[in-house]
């Protein structure tokens, strides 16, 4: 399916803003290398526009590719803009009340906001991770398993078996709580937990996962195991992270996006904007200068 | 993108990218006040000022040490990204350059001891004069786009190199032709070799730091290619 099967009305009426940020005139368009010009893109997405209420807007006119395979970061000051982006990617936007989102998103050519996408397929298709881990007040098996569960993943018990254990592996959790899977959940350690959930997330065989801030409750040693994860993870899925660490951010990712009042000013190759960013904005970002 | 190195939230950071450039600054107001000591001692045959360029490098090297340091310093506490990255890396480069710049001016400077007691021929003397002027005029133009990162100046200066080049070469074949007509010139003629080739050798140490600033002000590495194309790069969306 393709734009045609967008709503025009919403589409026209709303993808010109209607408040402009006070540093619009320094963002024409995203600069650096937003589209990957069709070569392995998971999701295609133009002219998003985020209101929340109808009258504040949080996105504006954002276009951006994200590829196969890649480790994608998305940084901004807080309130930029990248959290409430990374929510439209699995239609998460759709459970708060007074949320509308315009324009066109993509996952491998289908448009996500098509009368026929199931929600709940979707964010199976797409998995999400948050800032602090959530486990269900369940036993360490029956939260990995209830993904599999509710999707009818496995014919019996043994099936059900070897994907909890599978996923659990990936996690890099598998070792540590093997011994363990009838305790609950929510007594693991806090990077635990985290790896817990990114369990999870696997469990239901994903093609995209969403990572808000995923490191940012854990300590250093727990941060870099989950990193080590996600560079592991990217051999079978595409990774979209938010984060509030530019150095996570350096570390981990291909791509890196910078937003900024709603507006995503910059993608480039994580090298480049590290090194030699083409916006002023995202310079006096990751420099750390404001003014 | 305009460089600026200060306005960091932190001003104390700020405060620290700024010693660190006061340093090189200082390092290279050094290197050029012992380069042109040198030139003057071998010129004027003045084998005093010699002596004490010959003497004066520690104080160069001690500053490369200690501006190493403090770089070091900073990229660990700091974790520098972009342009304050590229300023650090830029720094860390240009001192190695200069400290060698130091070191070829303490060879002169030795060599204008030794050479203070024997006449040269008036044409070879001018030759030289010629070069170190030429060298001389190089190495400030180099500190100035340096301390303004001016990258017009920095390309002209790259660009310029070869004129040194080619004068150093026309020193060899003068000298070459001069020891061919008696033997006994051949022990002169050497140390006047010597001297050129390390006021050569400073002409490109400059191109080196002048490539430096350009990377640091566009973020793009211009060492070891065409310079028509640089020229477009560089100077075309300037």
Redesign the interface.
Known sequence: MTDTTLDMSLKGTMTKPKERSEFAHTIDGTVGKPFLDGKDTKFHCRGVNVFYNGTKQAIFDTSVDIGKNEVIAMIGPSGCGKSTFLRCLNRMNDTIDGCLVTGTINLDGEDIHAKAQDPVLLRARVGMVFQKPNPFPKSIYDNVAYGPRLHGLAANRAELDEIVESSLRKAGLFNEVKDRLQAPGTGLSGGQQQRLCIARTIAVSPEVILMDEPTSALDPIATATIEELIDELRQSFTICIVTHS??QA?RISQRTAYFHLGYLVEVNDTKTV?????H?L???Y?????? | ??M?TN????HQ?NAELEAARNKLMTMAGLVEAQVSNAIKALLERDSALGEKVAFSDYEINTLEVAIDEQCAEIIARR????????LLITIIKVITDLERIGDEAEKVGRYAVEMSESATSGELHGSLRHLGEHVKAMLRDTLDALARMDIKQAMQVVDNDHQVDAEFDSISRQLFTRMLEDPRNIKDSLNVTWCARSLERIGDHCKNICEYVIYLVK??DVRHTNLEKVRSEILGNN
Not at chain 1, 286 to 291: A, K
Not at chain 2, 7 to 10: A, L, R
Not at chain 2, 79 to 86: C, I, K, T, V, Y
């Open positions: 530019m150095q350096a590290f090194t030699n960013p083409q002023q995202t310079e006096n990751i420099t750390g200068r404001f003014g | 993108m305009p600026n306005q960091h939230t932190s950071y974790q520098p990204a972009a342009s304050d990255l590229r973020g793009k």
